[in-house]
């Protein structure tokens, strides 16, 4: 990769430059076409390149100022998912075989089949806006490349390496973010950079980065990665909780709760001090968010009780969709976002039962090999394993509140992390093939 690094080197100098003599000429979409090209290159070059600097903008990085709901992200995604396609017609690439391949397909034809249905019923349109249902399409075949793409790109130990500290750095940039957007907003709930979606998704997201960094420090053995770890999820916890976002602080419990319990029982206890520290430690405005949780306090932005505003929206929208279509649902994005707080509800009026069983056979198959991935492997990808874990857990149960599994960015870090782990049970099986290999031939000489 060394000769690869210094030809994108050069060439993104070389954009560097032109880009500063040709912004205001041409304007910042010709200037962002240009870099999309030199990342294309890379892309050709070697898949990596252009990936590790997807994981930051992913993470760091508004949405875009134009007509079309379109993230730096895509940007950089759409040369690489060609380069990559590219390469898989030539035969250069595999699609690799995961666990998680049928119901990832599963679920891309469901929701195929949800927009060609809601766009025949007339209650969900086509057009490529904000939150259509072919944004929402598009976006789940977009996670579904980046998915198999990492798998594809990480080819040894080193590479995986990389890439979990790159995805750490994110975090706690993400985590800074935060604490800086936090002091200057005069006690205003943090909402990230813009593209985000607000304060809710914004606190899931980093439910899925506390789970990552919190088990590579629970698996790390080195004093040095663990104190880097522990440096890392401050911020991201400070920026957490002043997100003010409940169904966030359920589902970090629900993250920790899982990671605890599958990584040592010893540390149950801990955990329970730490939780009940946490009222004495944590600001007022904080602990009287949390406590609403329990009380049912009305928000305060718009002065509803969430419970009763969940359970009017589930006793209108069940009847209908099971009367209506129940097998297949009303189409994707066939209610405006937001109006169903509830991640199986909104599944089930989108998809049908259906769908909803296909996205539950997703999150099973993930719970399942993640939790396999954990008992198998070493080292830093046992705590990717075990943050894979504890995020579909927390996920899983903020979903109960919310619709992680439809937000942008939270799908994105999630299946970054998800190929991951795929990417280290790969190069584990690789090591073993390997091993077998010496032993053969050791035997036979």
Request: one cysteine or more; glycine letters at 6%; hydrophobic letters at 60%.
């Given at each position: 990769?060394?000769?690869?690094?210094?030809?994108?080197?050069?060439?993104?100098?070389?954009?560097a430059?032109?880009?500063?003599?040709?912004?205001?000429?041409?304007g910042?979409?010709?200037?962002?076409g240009?870099?999309?090209?030199?990342?294309a290159?890379a892309a050709?070059?070697?898949?990596?390149?252009t990936?590790?600097?997807?994981?930051?903008a992913?993470?760091?990085?508004?949405?875009?100022?134009?007509?079309?709901?379109?993230?730096?992200?895509?940007?950089?995604?759409?040369?690489?998912?060609?380069?990559?396609?590219?390469?898989?017609?030539?035969?250069?690439e595999?699609?690799?075989r995961?666990?998680?391949?049928?119901?990832?397909?599963?679920?891309?034809?469901?929701?195929?089949?949800?927009?060609?249905?809601?766009a025949y019923?007339?209650?969900?349109?086509?057009?490529?806006?904000?939150?259509?249902?072919?944004?929402?399409?598009?976006?789940?075949?977009?996670?579904?490349?980046?998915?198999f793409?990492?798998?594809?790109?990480?080819?040894?130990?080193?590479?995986?390496?990389?890439f979990?500290?790159?995805?750490?750095?994110?975090?706690?940039?993400?985590g800074?973010?935060?604490m800086?957007?936090?002091?200057?907003g005069?006690?205003?709930?943090i909402?990230g950079?813009?593209?985000?979606g607000?304060?809710s998704?914004?606190?899931?997201?980093?439910?899925?980065?506390?789970?990552?960094?919190?088990?590579?420090?629970?698996?790390q053995?080195?004093?040095?990665?663990?104190?880097?770890?522990?440096?890392?999820?401050?911020?991201?916890v400070y920026?957490l909780?002043?997100t003010?976002?409940?169904?966030?602080?359920?589902?970090?419990?629900?993250?920790?709760?899982?990671?605890?319990?599958?990584?040592?029982?010893?540390l149950i206890?801990?955990?329970?001090?730490?939780?009940?520290?946490?009222?004495v430690?944590?600001p007022?405005?904080?602990?009287?968010?949390?406590?609403?949780?329990?009380?049912?306090a009305?928000?305060?932005?718009t002065?509803?009780?969430?419970?009763a505003?969940r359970?009017?929206?589930?006793?209108e929208?069940?009847?209908?969709?099971?009367?209506?279509?129940?097998?297949?649902?009303?189409?994707l994005?066939a209610l405006?976002?937001?109006?169903?707080?509830n991640?199986?509800?909104?599944?089930?009026?989108y998809?049908?039962?259906?769908?909803l069983?296909?996205?539950m056979?997703?999150?099973?198959s993930?719970?399942?090999?993640?939790?396999?991935?954990?008992?198998?492997?070493?080292?830093?990808?046992?705590?990717?394993?075990?943050?894979?874990l504890?995020?579909?857990?927390g996920?899983?149960?903020?979903?109960?509140?919310?619709?992680?599994?439809?937000?942008?960015r939270?799908?994105?870090?999630?299946?970054?992390?998800?190929?991951?782990?795929?990417?280290?049970?790969?190069?584990?099986?690789?090591?073993?093939?390997?091993?077998?290999?010496?032993?053969?031939?050791?035997?036979?000489?």
């Open positions: 990769m060394k000769r690869a690094n210094a030809i994108v080197a050069i060439v993104g100098t070389a954009l430059l032109l880009a500063g003599l040709a912004a205001q000429s041409i910042v979409i010709a200037v962002a240009l870099i999309g090209l030199g990342l290159a050709f070059i070697d898949l990596r390149i990936l590790l600097a997807i994981v930051p992913m993470v760091l990085l508004p949405e875009l100022p134009l007509a079309l709901p379109l993230r730096t992200e895509d940007l950089l995604l759409a040369p690489l998912a060609a380069a990559w396609l590219t390469r898989l017609a030539l035969g250069l595999s699609l690799p995961t666990p998680l391949n049928r119901p990832l397909f599963a679920v891309v034809i469901v929701e195929l089949a949800a927009v060609l249905w809601g019923r007339g209650t969900a349109g086509i057009s490529p806006v904000l939150y259509s249902a072919t944004f929402f399409l598009l976006k789940t075949v977009e996670v579904t490349l980046m998915y793409i990492v798998i594809s790109a990480i080819r040894s130990e080193r590479d995986l390496r990389l979990t500290y790159v995805f750490c750095a994110a975090a706690a940039a993400l800074v973010w935060g800086f957007e936090h002091s200057a005069a006690g205003d709930a909402t950079p813009a593209g985000h607000g304060y998704l914004l606190g899931l997201t980093f439910v899925v980065l506390l789970a990552v960094l919190a088990s590579l420090f629970l698996t053995r080195s004093r040095l990665p663990r104190t880097l770890m522990l440096l890392a999820s401050a911020p991201v920026s909780l002043f003010f976002s409940r169904q966030s602080y359920v589902g970090a419990a629900a993250a920790i709760a899982a990671m605890v319990w599958v990584r040592s029982r010893r206890i801990p955990a329970l001090l730490l939780a009940l520290a946490l009222p430690v944590a007022e405005v904080v602990e009287e968010r949390a406590e609403s949780i329990v009380t049912n009305p928000d305060p932005l002065g509803t009780q969430p419970y505003t359970m009017n929206a589930l006793r929208r069940l009847p209908e969709v099971l009367y209506e279509s129940p097998l297949v649902g009303l189409g994005a405006p976002p937001g109006f169903l707080d991640q199986y509800l909104l599944t089930l009026y998809t049908g039962i259906i769908g069983v296909v996205f056979w997703l999150l099973w993930a719970l399942r090999t993640s939790y396999s991935a954990y008992g198998s492997l070493e080292g830093e990808s046992r705590g990717l394993a075990l943050a894979w504890a995020a579909t857990v996920l899983a149960v903020a979903g109960l509140a919310g619709s992680p599994f439809v937000a942008v939270v799908r994105q870090v999630y299946w970054l992390l998800a190929a991951l782990v795929i990417a280290a049970l790969h190069l584990a099986a690789k090591r073993r093939a390997a091993g077998v290999e010496r032993e053969v031939e050791e035997g036979s000489t």
